[in-house]
């Protein structure tokens, strides 16, 4: 039993109480909050020893018409990992977002794209250190494409990973589309991702548009982010948006909501719900997590305290439609703002690939230093739709299962910088704002050489926070 206050400092709320009764408190709290709470095996707790093990199975296993899991989130973490996410402070890192396309030999670690300002991001004679697309080969001498010790591995995280800001490391890099290969040494800081990561104006025949690469609705600073980036696309005279999702996985969904809002703006989303919550048939008109009414969210049009002030005025950008470039990664809180924005009628067009079909949520639950997620909504549009298990695709995509949107199935070729009006995902949007159609198939996967996804291969982010990659139901205190 926990004693003394967390590093919130919050007291433990700890009583004494045996393994069985905490298990039979997970058999009441599934029972009573698990969405799919009619499709869980009731098995008797005194038949278990391991709370952890007892946890795995109180979930549903049937799957999705194309066969995945149907619940597939379903984890646990030891609180006080849980709450250093959720007070997130700069991390030790070098600004590269990796994508990790194979973890066995043959290894293929790609940057994805950098931070403004990071190591990663640094020009060195003339050079760029990371840029997006370069292939890591080797890390302080060791072969992270072949090497197979526990020793070489180690060297390999510890050099990819740093644990603190300071620490040097060496890497063998090729760029996207070199053959030859080049020797970066950075060194660690402690880094706090910029949400907003990229945006630009394009002037076209048919006016302007405007981009913006957004990676993360997490951080306290994502709103104050947008609003700025929308503010300053507004008094630009942007008609058009291009919103760059392929790598966002999630987070504060007040922020998503926000973000909705300063798109389609006042007429289009007054009195309209950007989401409302699902529970299990038990739960009536209530929360079953919070026991209060289940109130819809709303767009909110105004700032909520996160990084602006409570009830500032949010601009818009009064848009009738928009483009959201997507693939797997795409997923919870950004595939709300997408499902939301369809909710209103807002015209929605998809370029890239099929979302990760994530239209399930949690509200996290703390006892004696684990902390439970167990799907407990289902997130909802002003129409009522939510059936995404499967994720969205463009229309003329080969997903199945997906659900269809209008737009254009294109691969994300990290040969490409991202912002570039050629890069393959935003010309794509580009050249269906002006002509309604979808490149040829040759144009939609060109720069195969460059381009990973050709494999199939899906990649693993690591270390993202839970925070980064579910719709995070916090609102300010």
């Avoid at 049937?62 to 250093?84: N, V």
């Avoid at 290894?107 to 990371?130: C, F, H, K, M, W």
């Avoid at 439609?321 to 998809?350: H, K, Q, Y």
């Amino acid at each position: 039993m926990r004693t003394g206050v967390d590093i919130e400092g919050n007291p433990f709320p700890d009583m004494p109480g045996s393994m069985l009764e905490e298990m039979f408190w997970l058999r009441s709290w599934t029972h009573e909050t698990y969405l799919w709470n009619d499709e869980v095996i009731d098995r008797n707790p005194a038949d278990f020893g391991d709370r952890l093990e007892y946890f795995a199975l109180l979930r549903t296993f049937a799957t999705t018409l194309s066969g995945r899991d149907k619940d597939e989130f379903h984890f646990t973490i030891p609180t006080d990992e849980f709450l250093r996410q959720r007070n997130s402070t700069p991390r030790a890192e070098y600004g590269a977002e990796l994508a990790i396309f194979s973890a066995t030999p043959p290894r293929d670690v790609r940057v994805l794209y950098t931070e403004p300002g990071s190591p990663a991001a640094e020009v060195v004679g003339g050079q760029i250190n990371l840029p997006r697309g370069t292939r890591i080969l080797e890390v302080d001498g060791v072969d992270l494409v072949n090497a197979n010790t526990q020793a070489e591995i180690d060297i390999l995280n510890n050099g990819l990973f740093p644990a603190t800001a300071g620490e040097q490391h060496t890497f063998v890099v090729r760029d996207a589309g070199a053959a030859s290969t080049r020797t970066v040494t950075l060194i660690s800081e402690n880094i706090a991702p910029k949400p907003v990561n990229l945006t630009s104006v394009v002037d076209t025949p048919g006016g302007k548009v405007g981009y913006m690469l957004l990676t993360t609705f997490s951080p306290f600073a994502s709103e104050k982010d947008i609003a700025d980036a929308i503010a300053a696309m507004r008094a630009d005279g942007v008609q058009d948006l291009v919103l760059d999702l392929r790598y966002n996985s999630g987070g504060l969904l007040a922020v998503a909501s926000q973000l909705g809002y300063m798109i389609a703006g006042e007429a289009r989303t007054s009195g309209r719900v950007f989401e409302r919550l699902r529970f299990n048939d038990d739960a009536g008109d209530l929360n079953p997590v919070t026991g209060q009414f289940n109130e819809p969210v709303p767009f909110f049009d105004e700032g909520l305290g996160f990084s602006l002030p409570a009830g500032q005025p949010l601009q818009s950008l009064d848009l009738p439609r928009v483009f959201i470039l997507s693939t797997e990664i795409t997923c919870s809180a950004s595939e709300a703002v997408l499902n939301a924005l369809r909710g209103i009628d807002l015209e929605v067009v998809l370029i890239g690939g099929a979302t990760c079909g994530k239209p399930f949520g949690f509200f996290p639950q703390d006892n004696c230093g684990v902390t439970y997620f167990t799907i407990q909504f289902q997130g909802v549009n002003d129409k009522g739709f939510g059936d995404y298990a499967d994720g969205f695709s463009p229309e003329n995509s080969s997903a199945a299962f997906a659900v269809k949107v209008p737009g254009c199935e294109i691969s994300d070729d990290l040969g490409s910088a991202l912002g570039d009006e050629n890069e393959p995902m935003f010309a794509a949007a580009l050249a269906y704002r002006e002509t309604g159609a979808c490149p040829t198939s040759a144009m939609a996967f060109s720069a195969s050489s460059s381009s990973v996804k050709e494999s199939g291969a899906s990649p693993m982010l690591p270390g993202r926070s839970v925070f980064e990659t579910n719709r995070d139901m916090r609102m300010p205190n």
